[in-house]
């Protein structure tokens, strides 16, 4: 999978996508003491970033944590970002934690001391202050809601948002799929017989809720629409570009 130019795009910072990653999250994997344990809905994310995870009380990771030495790193936390739509390489990006728990009201308290995320662009090492005082994008929770709906009901419109797209970038796809959303802008997957590539549509400001969104999308769409158009995707699918 590659990324392809689009010009300048305003994006997330790697703080704050780290916390979208979190805040979004459904499951995470904990691997402590030389052992890997999968959560699902068990964990929660306070403001400044520490993750509260409740555990059975016999589990063996609350032992270790209660055991451990305070402040030396014991635990690794991974949380797996997924595409919501149905596309080729779903998994957008892979966060990691690395720090110490501590027993917390009957629940486990982790303190990352490193944060390292890693994207198609490849991977980073997020500062902990900016970790700690950022905050997720306004739309991830909403996310997989809104790019569902947009992949299932209006088809017609992501088709037309690629009128936005260069036509170097088009050559050969056979399916365009919206990958991500962000109060920046959308990122649609396209998909080759061979390969695959991201491209990043900009909002002209950014979205701070749905409603925004909503005016963000359509002024794309007024965009797409007095776009020149010289070869569509359409035609792309039926001669495949010499790529089939």
Same mark, same amino acid.
């Given at each position: 999978?590659?990324?392809?130019?689009?010009?300048? =795009?305003?994006? *997330? %910072?790697?703080?704050?996508?780290?916390? %979208?990653?979190?805040?979004?999250? $459904?499951?995470?994997?904990? =691997?402590?003491?030389?052992?890997?344990?999968?959560?699902?809905?068990?964990?929660?994310?306070?403001?400044?970033?520490?993750?509260?995870?409740?555990?059975?009380?016999?589990?063996? /990771?609350?032992?270790?944590?209660?055991?451990?030495?305070?402040?030396?790193?014991?635990?690794?936390?991974?949380?797996?970002?997924?595409?919501?739509? *149905?596309?080729?390489?779903?998994?957008?990006?892979?966060?990691?934690?690395?720090? $110490? @728990?501590?027993?917390?009201?009957?629940?486990?308290?982790?303190?990352?001391?490193?944060?390292?995320?890693?994207?198609?662009?490849?991977?980073?090492?997020?500062?902990?202050?900016? @970790?700690?005082?950022?905050?997720?994008? *306004?739309?991830?929770?909403?996310?997989?809601?809104?790019?569902?709906?947009?992949?299932?009901?209006?088809?017609?419109?992501?088709?037309?948002?690629?009128?936005?797209?260069?036509?170097?970038?088009?050559?050969?796809?056979?399916?365009?799929?919206?990958?991500?959303?962000?109060?920046?802008?959308?990122?649609?997957?396209?998909?080759?017989?061979?390969?695959?590539?991201?491209?990043?549509?900009?909002?002209?400001?950014?979205?701070?809720?749905?409603?925004? /969104?909503?005016?963000?999308?359509?002024?794309?769409?007024?965009?797409?629409?007095?776009?020149?158009? *010289?070869?569509? /995707?359409?035609?792309?699918?039926?001669?495949?570009?010499?790529?089939?």
């Amino acid at each position: 999978m590659g990324v392809d130019t689009h010009g300048w =795009t305003a994006a *997330p %910072s790697a703080a704050e996508r780290a916390r %979208s990653v979190l805040a979004a999250a $459904w499951s995470c994997a904990v =691997t402590a003491e030389g052992a890997r344990e999968e959560f699902v809905g068990a964990h929660t994310v306070t403001d400044d970033g520490r993750v509260l995870l409740e555990v059975p009380e016999d589990s063996a /990771l609350l032992a270790a944590a209660v055991c451990a030495p305070r402040g030396e790193p014991s635990a690794v936390l991974e949380f797996a970002d997924a595409a919501p739509v *149905p596309v080729r390489d779903r998994i957008r990006a892979r966060l990691w934690l690395a720090g $110490w @728990f501590s027993a917390q009201d009957g629940a486990l308290a982790f303190q990352p001391t490193r944060v390292v995320l890693r994207q198609a662009s490849g991977a980073v090492l997020v500062d902990l202050d900016d @970790f700690a005082t950022g905050a997720p994008d *306004p739309l991830a929770t909403a996310e997989a809601r809104l790019l569902t709906h947009l992949a299932d009901c209006h088809a017609d419109a992501v088709e037309r948002l690629t009128r936005l797209v260069d036509m170097g970038s088009l050559h050969g796809a056979v399916r365009v799929q919206p990958l991500a959303v962000d109060r920046h802008g959308l990122t649609l997957r396209i998909e080759r017989v061979r390969a695959d590539g991201d491209v990043r549509l900009p909002f002209h400001a950014p979205a701070d809720d749905v409603a925004a /969104l909503t005016e963000r999308m359509h002024a794309l769409l007024s965009q797409a629409a007095a776009a020149s158009c *010289p070869r569509t /995707l359409q035609r792309q699918r039926a001669d495949g570009d010499g790529d089939g």
